[in-house]
């Protein structure tokens, strides 16, 4: 699989989000959420992204991370080879979600993370959510705690507007490395905060890339003619546009099943044309889809 930089990392340029293995109200059985994070790797994926969060309640932090580590534990290959990029900074109480970023919460998290991963310090670690009630230079400022402590090696920030990856940037210098916000074929209002990630020289993981692809818009008409002329499945194609994008994309689309991470993470090897990366950006944007944040 072809490769790109997060920070110190060369990692395939096709991840995977492992949020539904936990977060689905009807997610897999432990054995078939494991053969997806084994096909996975087998593709070549190395680098997962998960949160402590990502499970029904607060009852169960770290049901993601455990998986993800037990995964790991189980495969044949070189587990080493891979970097599992966690979040801290939200919580779910009653199987809700809340906003979590004092601090001391994200000091405790973090460590928590660290055991549910079972390894001594997490290789990305990323802050999941601004919390409107603590400033955010608090919050990533623990996050640099977390860095000197030896906690985390290195830090990312998510669902952020320009304002706060420059004051992230600010506060943590070279220990940020990476942003991840919402990004696909159809929804590219998140396209300042790529050009920004772009400039620090940071990588862009677009969450949600297959948002959109198996809708009516004209954008999501233009890649799966694209993706007949090639012979793939739309996902790939909306994949590949994604990566043809932008450099700095490194793309973590989300699988419950082998088959689906399967093709996914070929993606990384299939190249659009210019003609058709150009049919895809030029398209118009479907009126029907939210033009900020959902939340
Ligand atoms: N930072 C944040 O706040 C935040 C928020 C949301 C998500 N995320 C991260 O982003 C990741 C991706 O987001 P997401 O999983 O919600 O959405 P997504 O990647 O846009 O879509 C996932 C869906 O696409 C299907 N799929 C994937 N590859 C496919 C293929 N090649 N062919 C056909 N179907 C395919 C999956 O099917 P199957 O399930 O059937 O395999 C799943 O239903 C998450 O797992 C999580 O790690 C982060």
């Not at 546009?241 to 989300?254: D, E, F, Y």
């Amino acid at each position: 699989m072809r490769t790109r930089r997060i920070g110190p990392w060369q990692v395939g340029s096709v991840g995977l989000g492992a949020m539904h293995l936990s977060s689905r109200p009807d997610r897999p059985a432990h054995a078939d959420a494991a053969a997806t994070m084994h096909a996975a790797l087998d593709a070549g994926v190395t680098v997962v992204d998960t949160a402590d969060v990502y499970c029904h309640d607060d009852t169960e932090i770290g049901h993601n991370e455990r998986l993800v580590a037990d995964a790991l534990r189980t495969w044949s290959g070189d587990a080493g080879e891979v970097l599992v990029a966690t979040k801290g900074g939200l919580a779910r109480p009653g199987g809700g979600w809340d906003f979590c970023g004092r601090p001391e919460h994200l000091h405790a998290a973090a460590r928590a993370s660290a055991r549910a991963l079972g390894v001594e310090a997490i290789g990305l670690y990323q802050l999941h959510w601004p919390d409107p009630s603590v400033p955010y230079a608090e919050s990533v400022g623990a996050l640099a705690e977390l860095v000197d402590a030896g906690v985390v090696r290195t830090v990312g920030v998510s669902n952020v507007d320009v304002a706060k990856l420059d004051t992230a940037a600010g506060v943590l210098g070279d220990r940020l490395v990476s942003v991840q916000n919402p990004f696909s074929v159809e929804d590219r209002w998140g396209e300042p905060m790529l050009r920004r990630a772009e400039e620090l020289g940071l990588a862009f993981l677009p969450y949600t890339p297959l948002a959109g692809v198996a809708g009516d818009g004209a954008r999501a008409l233009a890649t799966r003619e694209v993706a007949a002329e090639l012979g793939v499945s739309p996902q790939r194609a909306a994949l590949a546009w994604l990566l043809a994008h932008s450099p700095a994309v490194v793309a973590i689309p989300g699988s419950t099943r082998p088959e689906s991470i399967r093709d996914s993470a070929a993606a990384a090897d299939l190249d659009l044309s210019a003609e058709q990366v150009r049919r895809i950006d030029d398209a118009p944007a479907d009126p029907a889809r939210p033009t900020t944040f959902a939340h």
